[in-house]
Structure formats: C-alpha cells, structure tokens
C-alpha cells in the first residue's frame, strides 16, 4: 500500500485549498473564555483577516447584564481595529466607561505578528491537539501504530518522479503522533474512543492501541479483542483511508487519512 506526496500548492492557491485548516488553526491561537464565549468566525479579505466574536459583559454583582458583538481586523501593516457591532449609545457609553475597548485591544494585540505572517503566507509550525502526554494509552497506541504505518509505507514504495530533496526530507522526518492532520486525527480518535469502552481493567490499552489499528486495516492481529473490534464493521470507513504523508502551508510534513 503506498502513500502518495500530495500536490504542494504555491501562490494563492494554498490559502483556498487549506482554508478551513488556516480558521482552525486561528481559532485556536485566539483568546476564548472568560467573557469571550461566542464562536469566532473569520474571514480572510485581500490584506487583511477579520476576526469576529462577542463579549458577554459581567456587571459588579456577578450577574451577565448584555452580549456586545465585536470585531478585530489585522491588517498586512501590522496594524489593528476593533469594532463593536449593534450597539445602543448607551451600550457604548458603557463600554468606554468601564475599559472594554481597551481591555480588547491589549487583549488581541499580541496576535499582530502571528496574523501578518499568515497574511504574508509565512505560517509558523503549529501542532494539533495530539498531545501525547495527555493522550489516553489506547489512544496513544493506536495513532503512534498509524504514524510508523504511513512512514513506512513511504519508505518502502517512494511515489515515482518526486524531487529528491523531498523524498528524502520526508524519509528523514521525526513523525510523531503531534505530526497527524486535524480531520486524520479526528477520524482516528473516533474510532478508538468508541472501541474503548467496556474493556477489560487488566487489558494493556496501549499494546490493544496498536493491535486494533493493524486490525482494522489489515487484519494483521493474534489479539482477540482487536479481532472483534475489527470484525464489528463498524470501523470500514476508516480501513478503507488511504494513509499518506504530505506537506501542509506550514511546510511540515504530516499523516493524512483522507
């Protein structure tokens, strides 16, 4: 089973391929909690990123006393502008009287750098969620046994006519399960978080982790309980994911289960 070195995308081209990636990752740079309870939403605009939110404003007693709907711009400049959206005057008046605008500011201030850089398309590395020193062992188990499969699989059957200088970063990457695409990892943790329930205490999850990957997509297993799970029919779509290693607008390379 081969992997495939995916089209690496130049220009403009890789902001509109990985755009739901680019939000993602903004999301989760940005401050959330503690009053910024909304949804961000984000547009990105010749130049320029628009970051928009709400604020759920706190009075002296504790209690929530209105939602004020804000936006931030970064600009390719290097400067920044924050908004407030559909307010009375008395809303308003509120707001500067009790610091808001300057809290927000100083608040999102410190994104400046992060988000010129991606507007100039220079995106700083960035890590998804898989944090192996919080992961569950099953799950563990199971992604670190996914990351050596599509590793290896790119060793053994290199994809015909790819720049040697790729072949060989690739074959030289230190793959880790913090090296797994978002939705490759969304896919992976479903499967495994379902197949964990109900197992016994004494089971070594983080061998079980492993043996219910090679499992699921080869059927490669002496492991009884990882038979069943595989046998279940249950986890089909993911045995049928093609496992590959590409670049993504960070320039890392990364595990990808499409």
């Known amino acids: 089973m081969a992997s495939v070195i995916q089209v690496i995308f130049t220009g403009k081209q890789w902001m509109e391929v990985l755009k739901m990636s680019l939000e993602k990752y903004i999301e989760n740079m940005l401050p959330a909690g503690s009053g910024i309870n909304g949804e961000y939403s ?28 804000f936006s931030i711009t970064y600009r ?36 400046i750098p992060a ?48 720049p040697e200088n790729i072949y060989k970063a690739v074959r030289d990457y230190p793959f880790t399960i913090e090296n797994i695409d978002d939705k490759a990892l969304e896919n992976a943790l479903q499967v495994i978080q379902e197949a964990g329930k109900g197992l016994p205490d004494n089971v070594d999850r983080y061998d079980l982790g492993g043996e219910i990957y090679l499992a699921i997509c080869y059927g490669e297993t002496e492991n009884s309980i990882a038979k069943e799970i595989a046998k279940s029919g249950k986890w089909q779509q993911f045995a049928d994911a093609s496992k590959e290693i590409s670049m993504d607008y960070c320039g890392k390379y990364r595990v990808v289960v499409e």
Do not use: C
Not at 45 to 58: F, G, H, L, P, Q
Not at 121 to 126: E, K, L, Q, S, T
Not at 138 to 148: D, I, Y
């Open 42 to 69: 984000i547009e990105f605009k010749e130049n320029k990123i628009v970051v928009k939110n709400s604020w759920d404003n706190m009075n002296e007693l504790g209690y929530y006393d209105g939602v004020f709907k």
């Open 115 to 162: 988000m010129v850089a991606i507007l100039k398309g220079d995106i700083p590395a960035y890590k998804n969620n898989a944090d192996r020193d919080k992961l569950e062992p099953l799950e563990r188990g199971f992604l670190e046994t996914m990351v050596q499969d599509a590793a290896y699989n790119y060793q053994d059957y290199a994809p015909e006519n790819i």
């Open 76 to 111: 390719l400049d290097g400067s920044m502008m924050l908004h407030f959206h559909g307010l009375t005057r008395n809303e308003y008046r509120k707001i500067e009287n009790e610091g808001l605008r300057d809290y927000l500011e100083s608040l999102f201030y410190e994104f």
